[in-house]
Each structure stands twice: as C-alpha cells, then as structure tokens.
C-alpha cells in the first residue's frame, strides 16, 4: 500500500464539502452503503442518479460540533443563525414560510441554519468533549486532515479525513 501520509498538500486542506462530493476515491462510508444496499451505492456515487441523503438536524448539530471542535476558525462560515423573529410559537418552529425560505437559501449557499438555542447545544457538546479529552487535545495537530491513497491488494482509491493527527 503506497504511503497515504505522502499525499498532495492541496488535497490535505480541502474543504469537507469539496470531500463528501469527491467519487473518484472512495470513504468508509461509500463502503458502507456498498455493503448494504449496492443498487443505492450505484445509483449514488456512479450514475450519480440518486443525490446524497440530506443532512438531518442531528446531523447539522454533530458537524457543527465536529467543527467547533476540531475547526473553531470555521464555525462561522459553516453556520447561520435563524432570526428568532421568522421562528413560530412558543417552541419557536421553523413553519412560517418566511422561515423555511430562509432555511431553504442557507442551505443552498453551504451553510448550516440554526436555531439560537441549537447554537448553545453545538457549544455545549464541543466544550464537553474538549473537557473529557483532555490534554493532549492542545498538542500540536494536524485537523480534518485529508490523505489519500491508492490501495494496491484491492485497487481501490481511497480516502479518509483525519479529526486529528499528532505532529
């Protein structure tokens, strides 16, 4: 197996979203869906017929938190705060047309829209997990770091994106 750790600077910073939309290697998660359900692995990642599942709000939440983590100088770029005023009632619900417009035209310029009470959990989560990690957290690291190889045994090409590799 060639040196996944020699792999082109470029490629090392990508953007995750410039990642999650490359088939010309495949993730762990490509080979999951392949795995499990070949038809939709065919249909997603070769004939491109099927577009990739959306992101849940769970999910936002989770890489939101990843990247408040991991990429705190990126947070802000990934995300944007719903007004409380497009919000509805007393569970401040994303129903008004105006709101869903606006979750609508974030999402189609990249971003991730939040409620403001949905920003405190991503904070939350990240700082819990920065406290349980510990030290070495702060050691000198590479982040989201992409590597990419080509896998002789099997002829696949690869990739993974790191959380963190210490230096």
Not at 42 to 61: C, G, H, I, N
Not at 125 to 132: K, L, N, P, Q
Not at 136 to 142: D, E, M, N, Q
Not at 156 to 167: E, G, K, P, S, V
Request: charged share 30%; aromatic share 6%; hydrophobic share 40%.
């Amino acid at each position: 197996v060639a040196d996944p750790v020699a792999a082109d600077e470029q490629q090392q910073h990508e953007t995750e979203a410039a990642y999650h939309s490359d088939y010309t290697h495949v993730s762990q998660s490509m080979l999951k869906v392949f795995a499990d359900r070949r038809q939709l692995y065919y249909k997603t990642f070769v004939t491109r017929e099927v577009p990739p599942m959306e992101a849940s709000r769970k999910m936002d939440l989770g890489t939101l938190a990843h990247a408040a983590l991991l990429e705190p100088h990126n947070v802000d770029r990934m995300l944007i705060e719903i007004p409380d005023s497009l919000l509805s009632g007393a569970n401040k619900a994303i129903s008004s047309k105006e709101a869903k417009d606006f979750v609508k035209a974030a999402k189609q310029a990249g971003r991730v829209p939040l409620k403001s009470a949905e920003m405190e959990t991503v904070r939350r989560m990240a700082d819990s997990i920065a406290e349980s990690v510990g030290e070495w957290f702060h050691l000198p690291s590479l982040r989201e770091h992409t590597i990419r190889w080509h896998d002789e045994e099997s002829g696949l090409r690869c990739r993974l994106r790191a959380d963190m590799i210490l230096d």
